[in-house]
């Protein structure tokens, strides 16, 4: 268990739907992060948040927004859902002290399924 | 610029025969790498992590990597394959200046056949 945790397990929604999917990091982790996993496209970096504030951004469609809270959960809100959003997400977190290493923990991820 | 290579996507090994799973990597800086795996409908679990100490690297399920900085890369080998070890492994790299950016692999499928 890596301590990162994620909710719901699985969504299953209609196109041109909404859903929100939240992410819990380890204790003391500040900064979170989401990825998007689909059989043609393999694991793409999505968006990173650190101690509320965005910090990087990969391959985010507009539609898809993500923000993390002051007690450091994060959300991630995807909306007007296509097929082609079907996929497993998942989050990371990490501890991030600038200019040391830093581990990534994955959470189980959320697996989206879009009718 | 940052990349890596994860040399194979699809290895097939014997049961009790080794793994060698091949990751290259650029970087302009001393970087942190990383090997995850990732079995069917799982997330991603930390293996081994390299961080600047030794060059070999000791991580869970009897997994070693050893970081070879004239070559670039940060091979994964197991000496004795296992069914369980049919999973996903990924390659990750990140270079600590000011926060993290974390760079992955393409992934590589390990089958073990009995």
């Known amino acids: 268990d890596s301590g990162v945790t994620q909710t719901p397990k699985h969504l299953i929604t209609a196109t041109g739907q909404r859903v929100t999917l939240r992410c819990s990091p380890r204790?003391?982790?500040?900064?979170v992060y989401w990825y998007q996993q689909s059989l043609d496209q393999g694991l793409q970096f999505l968006i990173q948040?650190?101690?509320?504030?965005?910090?990087a951004k990969g391959n985010i469609l507009e539609r898809f927004s993500a923000q993390q809270f002051p007690d450091l959960h994060s959300e991630l809100n995807l909306s007007s859902l296509e097929l082609g959003d079907s996929a497993l997400y998942f989050c990371?977190?990490?501890?991030?002290?600038?200019?040391?290493?830093?581990?990534?923990?994955f959470g189980p991820g959320t697996r989206l399924t879009v009718l | 610029a940052q990349s890596v290579t994860q040399l194979d996507s699809h290895v097939s090994v014997s049961e009790g025969t080794p793994v060698l799973l091949r990751c290259n990597y650029s970087?302009?800086?001393?970087?942190?790498l990383f090997w995850y795996v990732q079995h069917p409908n799982k997330g991603l679990q930390l293996l081994l992590k390299?961080?600047?100490?030794?060059?070999l690297v000791k991580g869970i399920n009897g997994f070693e990597a050893e970081f070879k900085k004239s070559e670039t890369s940060f091979h994964l080998t197991k000496p004795s394959a296992h069914m369980s070890d049919a999973a996903e492994y990924f390659c990750v790299v990140s270079e600590p200046l000011g926060f993290n950016k974390f760079y992955f692999g393409s992934g590589t499928k390990l089958n073990v056949k009995p």
């Open positions: 948040y650190y101690n509320g504030e965005e910090r």
């Open positions: 970087s302009s800086y001393s970087p942190s």
């Open positions: 990371a977190s990490s501890v991030t002290t600038s200019g040391g290493a830093d581990t990534q923990y």
């Open positions: 204790s003391g982790d500040l900064s």
């Open positions: 390299y961080t600047s100490a030794a060059t």
